[in-house]
């Protein structure tokens, strides 16, 4: 995969890409990172990117012409590249997202400022329009280093264990089970002795509960329309009289 940032502030990107799962991933060669200043795009000799916007009103709006200049000298060899624009009124980010951008060959980020964007970025450049939840943040970077990282990490090969993503919260509708490592008791605190037991099957059957109890607990809104058996069916009930009484 190739992932391309378009930012004001390409220096941000430089611890983030050059640590952990991000730089293993490079090194392997799962992934290569880039990210261009689009200023450079920017058609004036002051390198304006922004101005005010038409009929009035606070701030400054990311002007169209650097944008879809950068966007179209960094694909003009590209097939079909996702063209993702991070932004508060976006998509919100999912895990389901992440594993769908997993899929691609491209990714271009478009990281804005200021108040916001021209409009006609929206409708006639990008493919895609992301948050990363219901709040506002300086700009789009912290946004697009999260889905990045969120998806990157997908790639295969890239992470030591090929399980692991499989069995991420959300990846599987659910949270994950409670994890536990040596030693077996620590100051009185044990592991659950199923987890000792070395009997595969019930262990499977015990994180798939805890995995549930902590979704029904923790975030219900996650089992409104997940396709439960009729024995967790009841270990739900079971908990609901259990809180109720």
């Not at 392997?28 to 058609?43: E, N």
Request: some cysteine.
């Amino acid at each position: 995969m190739h992932i391309h940032v378009l930012s004001l502030f390409p220096d941000m990107f430089s611890g983030v890409f050059g640590s952990s799962i991000l730089k293993k991933a490079q090194e392997k060669q799962a992934v290569s990172l880039a990210v261009t200043d689009f200023r450079a795009y920017s058609g004036n000799k002051h390198n304006q990117v922004d101005d005010y916007p038409y009929g009035g009103g606070a701030g400054m709006v990311l002007k169209p012409e650097p944008l879809f200049q950068a966007v179209e000298a960094i694909t003009a060899n590209s097939k079909k590249p996702r063209i993702i624009l991070m932004c508060p009124q976006g998509e919100r980010f999912t895990q389901a997202k992440a594993e769908e951008l997993a899929l691609e060959e491209e990714l271009v980020f478009l990281c804005g400022h200021y108040e916001g964007y021209d409009e006609r970025i929206r409708e006639h450049l990008v493919t895609d329009e992301i948050s990363i939840g219901d709040f506002v943040l300086t700009g789009g970077e912290l946004g697009a280093m999260t889905v990045i990282d969120s998806v990157v990490r997908l790639l295969p090969g890239v992470l030591g264990n090929g399980e692991s993503p499989v069995q991420d919260s959300f990846s599987t509708g659910l949270l994950e089970h409670p994890q536990y490592t040596r030693p077996a008791d620590f100051r009185g605190l044990k592991v659950p002795d199923v987890l000792l037991s070395g009997n595969h099957a019930h262990i499977e059957q015990w994180r798939r509960e805890q995995s549930l109890y902590r979704t029904w607990s923790r975030r219900p809104d996650l089992l409104v329309n997940m396709d439960l058996s009729p024995a967790e069916q009841k270990l739900m009930t079971k908990w609901e009289n259990e809180k109720n009484n």
